[in-house]
């Protein structure tokens, strides 16, 4: 069964720390997303990469930065971790060739900054 | 640019009653559409998709959805709510033709299931 596999599911960190959230897919997809979910705000997307070193802003990319140095990882950062950034993180891999094929996954990641 | 409106933020069905969520979406031509579940504090799965094949798509636990072009609908319903369907459910779009196939999610509607 595919999967997409995020290294936490509850993280606490302090205001300031860098911060980093790993997410590995074992599909071969080309495509990988980083959302954050907040509750009345629904997903966001932060970053996205459509291939291995590339990566594209979403709509909310202050405060983040990614890094794809492997196909199957990408990787989120807060350089530098606010409250603000207390919420559910969700990372999701997809095929470059269709958009039939939809998204897959990760459990998520519950992050919360004190 | 393509958009979805789910109606209803929150939905409360009896157990055993009708599941009815709705889904609009916008898009100069029929795009690929999606249902996506998740239950508390996990990720989303995929429920069932339109990918311009049959109009009435079946899903997973008993889900189906109908596209409709005239309407640029795409309802998810299940005959008869169980317990295990409270959740949050997102209607996704994908246009046909873009680098990377980004998806543009709804707002999402919660579903209480009362017994």
């Known amino acids: 069964d595919v999967k997409v596999t995020q290294s936490s599911r509850y993280l606490v960190k302090r205001t300031g720390e860098k911060v980093f959230l790993e997410c590995v897919q074992d599909?071969?997809?080309?495509?990988m997303f980083w959302y954050r979910q907040d509750p009345g705000l629904g997903l966001r997307l932060i970053y996205f990469?459509?291939?291995?070193?590339?990566?594209e802003k979403g709509d909310i990319p202050e405060g983040y930065s990614v890094s794809r140095e492997k196909k199957e990882r990408f990787s989120l950062i807060l350089e530098s971790a606010s409250t603000n950034q207390t919420s559910m993180y969700l990372c999701?891999?997809?095929?470059?060739?269709?958009?039939?094929?939809?998204?897959?996954f990760g459990s998520g990641t519950r992050l919360t900054v004190v | 640019a393509q958009s979805v409106t789910q109606l209803g933020s929150h939905v409360s069905v009896s157990e055993g009653a009708l599941v009815l969520l709705r889904c609009n979406y916008s898009?100069?031509?029929?795009?690929?559409l999606f249902w996506y579940v998740q239950y508390p504090n996990q990720g989303l799965q995929l429920l069932l998709k339109?990918?311009?094949?049959?109009?009435l798509v079946k899903g997973i636990n008993g889900f189906e959805a109908e596209f409709k072009k005239s309407e640029t609908s795409f309802h998810l319903t299940k005959p008869s709510a169980h317990m295990s369907d409270a959740a949050e459910y997102f209607c996704?779009?994908?246009?046909?033709?873009?680098?990377?196939?980004?998806?543009?999610f709804g707002g999402g509607t919660r579903v209480l299931v009362k017994p």
């Open positions: 999701a891999s997809s095929l470059s060739a269709s958009g039939a094929g939809g998204y897959t």
């Open positions: 599909m071969d997809h080309e495509n």
């Open positions: 990469s459509y291939d291995v070193k590339m990566k």
């Open positions: 898009s100069s031509v029929p795009p690929y």
């Open positions: 339109y990918t311009s094949a049959a109009t």
């Open positions: 996704a779009v994908s246009p046909i033709k873009a680098a990377g196939n980004k998806l543009t």
